[in-house]
């Protein structure tokens, strides 16, 4: 199982389509533009210094012309235009290639924690600190629960923008309930750390493949969290496909979101092996005015001899199952839905929400969700439906404040407090 995930992630990975070289005499026609290297820059604006569209005709000085106008434009390092021809359409291909200055950043963090603890930090991070795009980053998390991160990646191998490659470490300390296990392991006490080394494939501005490797820690000082006595250490590996059309990342107006993951835990490990998969899907759709339908729907489960209870599913909560307590459902797979209708209060797709101080959205929503044991039928478990309203507050270089009110078919429900939009 891992050798065949092993070779079809770097099989992926290395393969690159190549267009053949065109024969093609001056003048050209352009049939594509796209855009690559940019993270600070918007698109709109390198393609503005580019004076042809799809199906214009230009020659060789006025693809210099633009590579110049490109190259003044505040905030590039170093550009490159380069054309391709394409059989398909007889038509030229130009690539619009940046690199940024390098630029010091950084943001508060919050986070919701196991009994509404709030924790607090800082994240920074660096921007193309040696060129190319590379991120160096380090963020931290206190009070509630604790974490540290610390993370390189460059995603610039080679020629061009398509093979990259990054390292990450974690440190999370942190509380949860493990009800579904007995109730000596209330509040139980984690410690978690992780280092990971992940190499990915462009393919396309949208799609991502990616192929992990890393070495996990867990410790706890509560009794039967863990296989081992004092800590389970293991390795893991890891393939991922990542599709992802929103136009927006923070309040997406239209465009689909797709992930499908496959991971082994512990494998040639003594204590454990689990295999893992999660597929999740995510919809949005603008409507007439201001509205938004958004909908979403995630499957993941787990299948081994040996669970420890930090890998099994947990069901309920503001993340997963709004107007239900934190881990109300248990087992080893889960199916977690929902669909919001969502209405702006203070911007639109004519004033996006990077030029508002604070966005204001309204939304009423719906959840469904299930878990059940790898041992069991699926149509022995019944779902668990919710409905109710909220409001997110959304700051420009912050996740937001999510306040929700959650209705349940048999009980009145409950507030529910998270960063962050649910999908």
Do not use: C
């Not at 390198?46 to 012309?65: A, M």
């Not at 106008?69 to 290639?97: C, F, H, N, T």
């Not at 959205?361 to 299930?370: G, L, Q, R, S, T």
Request: charged letters at 25%; glycine letters at 12%.
């Amino acid at each position: 199982m891992i050798r065949t995930i092993l070779i079809f992630g770097m099989l992926l990975i290395a393969w690159t389509p190549a267009l053949p070289e065109t024969s093609e005499t001056p003048p050209f026609r352009v049939g594509q533009i796209r855009v690559y290297g940019n993270e600070k820059i918007r698109t709109h604006i390198l393609r503005r210094e580019i004076p042809f569209r799809r199906g214009d005709l230009f020659d060789e000085e006025e693809l210099d012309e633009a590579r110049s106008r490109i190259q003044k434009i505040p905030g590039v390092d170093y550009s490159e235009v380069r054309a391709a021809y394409s059989p398909r359409d007889s038509s030229i291909v130009l690539s619009i290639i940046i690199t940024e200055k390098s630029t010091f950043n950084g943001r508060p963090l919050f986070r919701r924690g196991y009994q509404n603890k709030i924790s607090l930090g800082l994240e920074l991070w660096e921007l193309n600190f040696r060129g190319r795009s590379e991120r160096l980053s380090g963020s931290f998390l206190l009070r509630g629960n604790t974490i540290v991160t610390a993370s390189w990646e460059n995603p610039w191998i080679g020629t061009g923008p398509r093979v990259g490659v990054g390292v990450r470490l974690t440190y999370e300390e942190y509380k949860y309930v493990y009800g579904d296990l007995g109730k000596a392991l209330e509040d139980a006490s984690i410690e978690r750390l992780h280092a990971k080394l992940r190499i990915f494939r462009k393919l396309g501005s949208r799609t991502r493949i990616t192929l992990s490797g890393g070495i996990e820690s867990v410790r706890s000082s509560t009794p039967g969290v863990t296989l081992e006595p004092e800590r389970d250490t293991y390795p893991t590996v890891a393939i991922s496909f990542v599709h992802d059309s929103r136009d927006s990342p923070t309040y997406p107006w239209n465009g689909v979101y797709f992930r499908a993951k496959g991971e082994e835990v512990g494998p040639g490990s003594e204590t454990f092996s689990i295999h893992e998969g999660t597929a999740d899907l995510r919809l949005f759709k603008s409507l007439a005015g201001r509205g938004v339908i958004a909908g979403h729907g995630r499957l993941r489960y787990r299948d081994g001899d040996r669970m420890p209870a930090y890998r099994r599913e947990h069901i309920g909560g503001a993340q997963t199952l709004r107007g239900y307590d934190y881990g109300s459902f248990h087992g080893t797979r889960s199916i977690v839905s929902g669909i919001e209708g969502r209405l702006p209060l203070n911007f639109s797709r004519n004033l996006p929400i990077e030029d508002v101080l604070i966005g204001i959205a309204f939304h009423a929503f719906a959840d469904a969700a299930v878990a059940w044991e790898d041992n069991e039928d699926l149509s022995t478990r019944n779902f668990h439906g919710t409905f109710g309203a909220g409001v997110i507050l959304l700051a420009k270089g912050a996740s937001g404040l999510r306040f929700d009110y959650g209705w349940r078919l048999d009980d009145p429900g409950r507030f529910e407090f998270d960063i962050g939009m649910k999908f």
